[in-house]
């Protein structure tokens, strides 16, 4: 049996079979949630989550990301103590620029591993999230950061959450005149002000970052960071992974605790794929569950998929319907796959231009004869 799967079939297929392959189970979860599973630990931007109120009275909300509610889900397992390898394939909901009307709809799959905080785990993530990459383009390229980095900083320099978060995006903007100005105004020590400037200035070759961290006053002494980064490069150049150091790195998901990273192809501007360590979020929900993760945003590379997709098979114009137009069509299906019958009507330009890109050859059923027309 003939099976076609155009390219955004087979790159689904493909992921769900490689996440299958490292043990993982695909796992479902509900669209709404309970509000206060994202209000608890503010990790989330409230601004971003679409709230609904029950006939009940309780407010939920259209779930923003798949991660909160999949580690809730295991965090109420009172039985077991496994390890959770899980992979989904769904959508999640967010509110672009607080403006009400402009929801985003954003397909994704990714992939969850909960109950275990180990080297070798942070590594088969990012290699799985290397071969997801290397799937839209061999070329890719992945930036790594650590989020108790700046995590440390805030706990030494006690600012607002308003001041926190005017930081971290203008780290994650590369402001760096305006990171500047703004702490000199908060009359933040200097030495930290410069800590807080290297954060948007480090980033390229994972050992030359890393030495430039050790030489700092501040960074240096975070020493369990730097060697946990040590370590994550030892096993980056051992399976082959291709990563830079890169600490403007942070992310508005506020429940990352540990490793961080991004994901990026050529062809699209923007990371496609991202991720990291969330030791924390769980006991939110009554349960510690180390975990990491990734996922990969299937909207934007499905739309590069689309647009790269070459036309294949063949449509067939007739005027009526006759035995030798079905033994005909069935014998050119079993030579090329896909075969669409399509009455015979007159074709605006707009038609014609979507069926030339869907389908690489036209036919004209007439007079018991298929006669063969090129697209003009």
């Given amino acids: 049996m003939n099976i076609n799967l155009n390219k955004k079939e087979k790159f689904i297929y493909e992921l769900r079979n490689l996440f299958e392959s490292y043990g993982y189970t695909k796992l479902t979860v509900n669209f709404l949630e309970n509000y206060e599973s994202y ?10 989550i ?19 509610p999949i580690a809730k889900r295991f965090a109420n397992d009172k039985i077991s103590n496994l390890t959770h390898k899980v992979y989904y394939s769904d959508t999640v909901f967010r509110i672009k620029n607080d403006i009400s009307d402009n929801l985003l709809e954003i397909n994704q799959m990714g992939v969850e591993v909960l109950g275990i905080k180990d080297s070798l785990t942070d590594i088969e993530i990012l290699n799985l999230a290397k071969e997801t990459l290397s799937k839209v383009d061999k070329k890719y390229h992945i930036d790594i950061s650590h989020a108790g980095i700046l995590e440390k ?11 926190k978060e005017y930081i971290i995006n203008s780290i994650e903007n590369r402001a760096k005149s305006d990171l500047e100005q703004f702490l000199k105004k908060l009359e933040i020590r200097d030495n930290y002000i410069d800590s807080f400037i290297k954060l948007i200035e480090l980033n390229g070759n994972f050992e030359k970052v890393l030495k430039e961290i050790k030489n700092d006053g501040i960074l240096g002494t975070f020493v369990e960071i ?14 082959n ?15 990352y605790s540990g490793i961080i990273f991004k994901g990026y192809v050529p062809q699209i501007s923007k990371s496609i794929l991202s991720g990291g360590r969330y030791d924390k979020l769980s006991k939110n929900f009554g349960k510690n569950l180390p975990a ?11 739309v590069e998929l689309n647009d790269n997709e070459k036309p294949q098979g063949a449509i067939i114009f007739y005027e009526e319907i006759s035995k030798n137009l079905i033994k005909i069509s069935e014998e050119l299906r079993e030579k090329i796959g ?6 015979n009507t007159e074709l605006n330009e707009e038609d014609y231009l979507k069926l030339k890109k869907e389908y690489k050859d036209l036919y004209i059923f007439e007079d018991e004869q298929l006669e063969e027309k090129l697209w003009k």
Avoid at 52 to 68: C, E, Q, S
Avoid at 338 to 343: F, H, Q, S, W
């Fill in 241 to 255: 992974i291709k990563a830079d150091l890169d600490l403007s790195l942070v992310s508005n998901l506020k429940y």
């Fill in 39 to 48: 209000s608890i630990g503010d990790f989330i931007e409230d601004k971003s």
């Fill in 338 to 343: 896909i075969v669409k019958l399509e009455k």
């Fill in 292 to 302: 990491i993760g990734f996922a990969v945003n299937l909207t934007d590379i499905l």
């Fill in 50 to 68: 679409l709230k609904l109120i029950h006939p009940n009275g309780k407010l939920y909300a259209l779930r923003p990301d798949m991660t909160t």
């Fill in 226 to 239: 730097i060697e946990e980064l040590e370590e994550l490069n030892k096993y980056l150049n051992m399976y």
């Fill in 153 to 163: 900083l805030f706990d030494v320099v006690k600012l607002t959450k308003v001041n």
